[in-house]
């Protein structure tokens, strides 16, 4: 377990609007437990990055020990368990995109922004991952940046996306 | 307007507006949930989609009606429909598109699905890489259920269905039916022991039907115009259409709805217009980069079940990735397994240490450090996890590192007496189409 998780951080709480949201999700289910990804997701989206105090609180709204709901997000590689810039870019390397160019996409990233797999710009604008297969190998190569596909990217391409990307 | 780009399920699939219900109405849409709840029974249902002799369009091509006549009768618990929208298998993006702009027909087959079944609660498995796509279905659960085609007492039917998305978090295992079932019920995506079969003991321990987006848009189409309407698509065993996913160095990649048993040359060269100049196919992986791959000598198998594993491979999810000849295969292999490590789960020793070993082999082919011995000692791994695993993902490892090397094993060969490789003019052409 990476050393972030076992830090001490003061308790957090659900803003109310999260609150709401979380008691609709829970009728989706006849159980606690199958809450457990979706609430992550609402974590994700208000705080940016699953931290330990995070993770505590999910597992109080969801009444699962605590060791369980870290191991359920260390299974998953779309939950930040550190934090990540505004603009996640996240570079598919799998088979499709890599026959397409994604492996000089992602020299080009890393040279441009001076970061590697992983990192995070010192201003907090960037994070650069590799990813697996994102589904949209027909428009090889992809960047997810958040939620959001690139397709068809090229060097200049992206150039110009990180431009609107403040 | 341009011309439908399939018979079925891509024959509106540009319409605008098809996301919002009234033009999806206006096209007939729904009209076979007001044909079918309360007027067949849901036997009926199934022996239809029996008789049309759809298959699983997701990776196995399961029979779909028989799937859902494993589902017991008589049984205390309640009965779950799961549509398997994680769309994992690289080279694979037909389901992301069919959501993305016909997310109503969906919501449909899994309202007719689930009353042949008779289930009362239905599930989408997204995964999270969907979260756009998730909305755009979320949009369209909300019409229907506000136009009374979802919840209680479906257009006075007397049936009842709750549909809600789940969405995933990045596991291509989730892609796997029991391991979807896992992260549906909020645990680790990993796989369980079959049998019992999700049929009788699913989710929550209860009848499950997991079926892929794909089979389910099938199922309106089925419904209203019949078993024999269906199999004027395709051949005696691989009846109907299916949609291929085709990226690589081809003029026009994209989803191509087919009926089944087209050549695969004629969807690359009539369809997606031959290969970009300056690019030669070498091999073409058919249906998912689980799938072995086939080399440009076998173009003219045709796209259905029996065809594709006569020649050795699979239809499997549809994703066809062509692989030009400026590509060094042992570089692709290489890429293809670094997948399966990536993503096994971790919970069986052959796949968990085989895919690590597989990959470590060929790391060292790539790095120009291979021995003679190491191509044997490849196929070894791959036929000591190939059936010996908890899931399908251990095969899926083993299938094209035992393909690639079977149709190819002289490029693996020059690899290691060379300690380079073949070819490696694709950096050279990429820089054209690049600019």
Same mark, same amino acid.
């Given at each position: 377990?990476?050393?972030?998780?076992?830090?001490?951080?003061?308790?957090?709480?659900?803003?109310? *609007?999260?609150?709401?949201?979380?008691?609709?999700?829970?009728?989706?289910?006849?159980?606690?437990?199958?809450?457990?990804?979706?609430?992550?997701?609402?974590?994700?989206?208000?705080?940016?990055?699953?931290?330990?105090?995070?993770?505590?609180?999910?597992?109080?709204?969801?009444?699962?020990?605590?060791?369980?709901?870290?191991?359920?997000?260390?299974?998953?590689?779309?939950?930040?368990?550190?934090?990540?810039?505004?603009?996640?870019?996240?570079?598919?390397?799998?088979?499709? +995109?890599?026959?397409?160019?994604?492996?000089?996409?992602?020299?080009?990233?890393?040279?441009?922004?001076?970061?590697?797999?992983?990192?995070?710009?010192?201003?907090?604008?960037?994070?650069?991952?590799?990813?697996? $297969?994102?589904?949209? $190998?027909?428009?090889?190569? +992809?960047?997810?940046?958040?939620?959001?596909?690139?397709?068809?990217?090229?060097?200049?391409?992206?150039?110009?996306?990180?431009?609107?990307?403040? | 307007?341009?011309?439908?780009?399939?018979?079925?399920?891509?024959?509106?699939?540009? !319409?605008?507006?098809?996301?919002?219900?009234?033009? =999806?109405?206006?096209?007939?849409?729904?009209?076979?949930?007001?044909?079918?709840?309360?007027?067949?029974?849901?036997?009926?249902?199934?022996?239809?989609?029996?008789?049309? &002799?759809?298959?699983?369009?997701?990776?196995?091509?399961?029979?779909?009606?028989?799937?859902?006549?494993?589902?017991?009768?008589?049984?205390?618990?309640?009965?779950?429909?799961?549509?398997?929208?994680?769309?994992?298998?690289?080279?694979?993006?037909?389901?992301?598109?069919?959501?993305?702009?016909?997310?109503?027909?969906?919501?449909?087959?899994?309202?007719?699905?689930?009353?042949?079944?008779?289930?009362?609660?239905?599930?989408?498995? @997204?995964?999270?890489?969907? !979260?756009?796509?998730?909305?755009?279905?979320?949009?369209?659960?909300?019409?229907?259920?506000?136009?009374?085609?979802?919840?209680?007492?479906?257009?006075?039917?007397?049936?009842?269905?709750?549909?809600?998305?789940?969405?995933?978090?990045?596991?291509?295992? $989730?892609?796997?039916?029991?391991?979807?079932?896992?992260?549906?019920?909020? =645990?680790?995506?990993?796989?369980?022991?079959?049998?019992?079969?999700?049929?009788?003991?699913?989710?929550?321990?209860?009848?499950?039907?997991?079926?892929?987006?794909?089979?389910?848009?099938?199922?309106?189409?089925? @419904?209203?115009?019949?078993?024999?309407?269906?199999?004027?698509?395709?051949?005696? %065993?691989?009846?109907?259409? %299916?949609?291929?996913?085709?990226? /690589?160095?081809? %003029?026009?990649?994209?989803?191509?709805?087919?009926?089944?048993?087209?050549?695969?040359?004629?969807?690359?060269?009539?369809?997606?217009?031959?290969?970009?100049?300056?690019?030669?196919?070498?091999?073409?992986?058919?249906?998912?980069?689980?799938?072995?791959?086939?080399?440009?000598?076998?173009?003219?198998?045709?796209?259905?079940?029996?065809?594709?594993?006569?020649?050795?491979?699979?239809?499997?999810? &549809? /994703?066809?990735?062509?692989?030009?000849?400026?590509?060094?295969?042992?570089?692709?292999?290489?890429?293809?397994?670094?997948?399966?490590?990536?993503?096994?789960?971790? %919970? $069986?020793?052959?796949?968990?240490?085989?895919?690590?070993?597989?990959?470590?082999?060929?790391?060292?082919?790539?790095? &120009?450090?291979?021995?003679?011995?190491?191509?044997?000692?490849?196929?070894?791994?791959?036929?000591?996890?190939? &059936?010996?695993?908890? +899931?399908?993902?251990?095969?899926?490892?083993?299938?094209?590192?035992?393909?690639?090397?079977?149709?190819?094993?002289?490029?693996?060969?020059?690899?290691?007496?060379?300690?380079?490789?073949?070819?490696?003019?694709?950096?050279?052409?990429?820089?054209?189409?690049? *600019?």
């Amino acid at each position: 377990m990476s050393e972030t998780l076992l830090a001490v951080e003061p308790a957090v709480e659900w803003p109310e *609007a999260a609150r709401a949201e979380i008691a609709e999700t829970l009728t989706h289910y006849p159980n606690l437990r199958s809450a457990v990804l979706p609430v992550m997701w609402i974590a994700q989206r208000e705080w940016g990055w699953l931290s330990p105090a995070v993770l505590r609180l999910v597992a109080r709204t969801v009444e699962l020990p605590e060791p369980e709901v870290f191991g359920v997000a260390t299974f998953y590689t779309m939950f930040n368990l550190k934090p990540v810039a505004r603009h996640h870019l996240q570079v598919c390397m799998t088979l499709s +995109c890599s026959l397409m160019g994604a492996d000089r996409l992602f020299r080009h990233l890393e040279s441009k922004l001076g970061i590697g797999h992983g990192e995070s710009t010192p201003d907090g604008r960037f994070t650069l991952r590799r990813v697996e $297969c994102l589904a949209a $190998c027909g428009g090889a190569p +992809c960047l997810q940046v958040n939620e959001t596909y690139h397709e068809n990217l090229n060097e200049a391409r992206v150039d110009r996306l990180l431009e609107t990307l403040e | 307007m341009s011309a439908p780009r399939g018979p079925l399920l891509f024959k509106d699939i540009d !319409a605008p507006g098809l996301t919002v219900i009234e033009t =999806y109405r206006r096209g007939g849409g729904y009209e076979t949930v007001g044909a079918v709840l309360g007027k067949k029974s849901p036997d009926e249902c199934i022996e239809v989609v029996k008789a049309s &002799g759809l298959r699983g369009r997701g990776g196995a091509g399961f029979p779909t009606g028989m799937k859902w006549g494993f589902v017991p009768k008589q049984t205390p618990k309640p009965k779950y429909l799961v549509c398997n929208a994680d769309e994992s298998e690289p080279g694979t993006f037909k389901d992301r598109e069919l959501m993305e702009k016909n997310p109503h027909l969906m919501i449909e087959g899994m309202i007719l699905a689930a009353y042949a079944i008779q289930a009362n609660t239905g599930y989408i498995y @997204l995964r999270g890489e969907f !979260a756009e796509i998730g909305r755009i279905v979320d949009r369209a659960i909300a019409e229907a259920h506000a136009a009374g085609l979802l919840g209680e007492n479906i257009l006075g039917s007397g049936f009842r269905f709750a549909l809600h998305t789940h969405l995933g978090a990045g596991a291509y295992i $989730c892609g796997e039916e029991t391991a979807l079932l896992s992260s549906l019920e909020g =645990y680790r995506g990993q796989p369980r022991l079959k049998p019992p079969f999700p049929a009788v003991e699913g989710l929550y321990a209860s009848p499950t039907v997991v079926n892929n987006t794909e089979t389910l848009m099938n199922v309106p189409h089925i @419904l209203k115009h019949g078993p024999a309407w269906f199999r004027q698509w395709g051949t005696e %065993k691989s009846p109907g259409t %299916k949609i291929f996913s085709v990226s /690589g160095p081809v %003029k026009r990649p994209g989803n191509y709805e087919v009926a089944m048993g087209m050549p695969l040359r004629q969807l690359l060269d009539d369809l997606c217009g031959g290969m970009r100049d300056g690019f030669q196919l070498k091999a073409v992986i058919p249906g998912g980069s689980s799938v072995p791959p086939l080399p440009a000598s076998m173009l003219d198998t045709g796209l259905d079940y029996e065809s594709m594993n006569a020649a050795g491979t699979f239809v499997g999810s &549809g /994703g066809v990735i062509v692989i030009d000849d400026g590509t060094c295969l042992v570089d692709a292999l290489l890429n293809i397994t670094r997948f399966y490590r990536h993503e096994s789960c971790g %919970k $069986c020793t052959p796949c968990r240490e085989g895919t690590y070993w597989m990959e470590e082999v060929l790391l060292r082919l790539e790095r &120009g450090e291979g021995r003679a011995v190491d191509i044997d000692l490849l196929n070894d791994v791959a036929d000591n996890i190939l &059936g010996k695993s908890f +899931c399908a993902l251990g095969d899926a490892a083993a299938m094209p590192v035992m393909g690639f090397i079977k149709h190819f094993r002289p490029e693996f060969e020059h690899h290691i007496t060379h300690k380079r490789c073949l070819t490696n003019r694709r950096r050279a052409a990429l820089a054209e189409v690049m *600019a």
